[in-house]
C-alpha cells in the first residue's frame, strides 16, 4: 500500500504540473491525491463496491482539498482537480470505447453504466464536500 500511496503521489504530480500548480503547493497537490487513492483502497478492501467506494473517497478528497486550501490560502480547485485524477475511471472509459469499436454490445453496455456510475459517484461526492460550510474549514490566525 505504501507504493500505491508513493505513485499516486507522482500520478497527482504529474497532472499538477500540467495544470500549472505553483511549485509551492505541488506537495500539498501530490499528497491529496494519495491520500484520495489510499482512501478508495481502503473502503474497496472493505467491501465496499467501486462506485461506493469512489464515493467515499472522492467526499474524503474534497475534504482534504477545502481544509489545504483554507490553511495555505489557495482556491479548492488546486488541489481538487489535480487530485482527483486518481479517482477518474480512465480504464472503463477506455475498455467502454473498446467494446463499442468490436462490436460487444453486452460488455459495452456493462462497462459504460459502471463508468457512468462512477463518474456519478464522483460528482456526487464533490457535492457531498462541498455541502459542509465553510466556517468548518477556517484557521484561525494565531
Request: hydrophobic share 50%.
Amino acid at each position: 500500500m505504501i507504493l500505491q500511496f508513493v505513485l499516486a503521489m507522482i500520478a497527482t504530480s504529474s497532472f499538477a504540473v500540467l495544470f500549472c500548480v505553483p511549485k509551492g503547493q505541488f506537495l500539498f497537490s501530490s499528497l491529496t491525491g494519495a491520500l484520495g487513492w489510499i482512501c478508495y483502497l481502503v473502503f474497496y478492501r472493505l467491501g465496499c463496491g467501486t462506485v461506493t467506494a469512489s464515493l467515499l473517497a472522492t467526499f474524503f478528497l474534497t475534504i482534504v482539498s477545502r481544509f489545504f486550501a483554507s490553511v495555505r490560502k489557495n482556491p479548492v480547485t488546486l488541489y481538487l482537480v489535480t487530485s482527483i485524477f486518481t479517482l477518474v475511471p480512465g480504464s472503463g472509459i477506455y475498455y467502454t470505447s473498446y467494446y463499442f469499436i468490436i462490436n460487444d454490445m453486452d460488455s459495452f453496455a456493462l462497462k459504460g453504466m459502471e463508468t457512468f456510475k462512477i463518474a456519478g459517484a464522483i460528482a456526487v461526492g464533490i457535492i457531498f464536500g462541498f455541502s459542509i460550510p465553510q466556517k468548518a474549514f477556517r484557521c484561525k490566525a494565531r
